[in-house]
């Protein structure tokens, strides 16, 4: 069965320091991870996915995301915070090209990024 | 403009009563997929429709029906709404070939 875990609740980081928000996978074929993000009140955007290729994929607003596979993982990185990507993040996995559009996401990650 | 439009935005509705929320996208999207956001559990698939008149159970169907007769509408139902049910549910819909989904600005279900 697919499963997702965002370990943290919370991420508090400092405008301009480096990001990362934690995200583990369990799928039975090849996964297809996504990162999205949702601001107050709104509905969520999408960021950056992997599907094939490079482990390291860029996405919007200056986020990207490494895949490894033996630790199962697909973290969301940025190199400088800014208080604008205060906000909740959601992970998400689907069991790739024959998973259809069957999808879990994770419980969400709060990012408060501090000026 | 590209968009997932979900109406309406904030409901009150008593126990019992049917109800439902209409999802439309203007992508000649294949994919379609509702979701329901709850503190702590992040969003859960309730159903999801990965072209006309082809459905399936997502993660916590109970108590929803939906139906795909065009490939731009996807309606949740609900046909004897419970309390359990108040929510925020999300409508998202994605190419079958470039699966970042596009999801609707929410509606905020009461069930009182």
């Known amino acids: 069965a697919q499963s997702v875990a965002q370990p943290e609740d919370q991420v508090n980081v400092a405008e301009g320091n480096p990001l990362t928000v934690k995200c583990t996978y369990s799928?039975?074929?090849?996964?297809?991870l996504f990162w999205y993000v949702q601001y107050p009140n709104r509905g969520l955007q999408f960021l950056l996915k992997y599907i094939t290729g490079d482990n390291l994929v860029k996405g919007s607003y200056g986020f990207e995301a490494e895949f490894n596979k033996s630790q199962t993982s697909f973290h969301l990185k940025k190199p400088s915070a800014l208080v604008s990507d205060s906000a909740l993040y959601f992970c998400?996995?689907?069991?790739?090209?024959?998973?259809?559009?069957?999808?879990?996401f994770g419980a969400g990650t709060r990012l408060f990024v501090k000026a | 403009e590209a968009q997932v439009t979900q109406n309406p935005r904030y409901l009150i509705t008593v126990t019992g009563k049917k109800l439902t929320v209409t999802c439309s996208q203007n992508m000649n999207h294949e994919y379609m997929s509702w979701y329901r956001q709850d503190p702590g559990l992040g969003l859960r698939q309730i159903y999801y429709s990965m072209n006309v008149e082809v459905t399936d159970k997502g993660d916590v169907p109970e108590g929803y029906k939906v139906s795909r007769k065009e490939k731009r509408n996807f309606p949740l139902i609900l046909e004897s709404p419970s309390p359990n049910q108040t929510s925020l549910y999300f409508c998202a819909s994605s190419l079958r070939d470039a699966p970042g989904a596009f999801f609707g600005q929410g509606t905020r279900l009461t069930v009182v």
């Open positions: 799928v039975s074929g090849n996964p297809y």
């Open positions: 998400a996995v689907r069991d790739g090209p024959t998973g259809g559009f069957k999808t879990i």
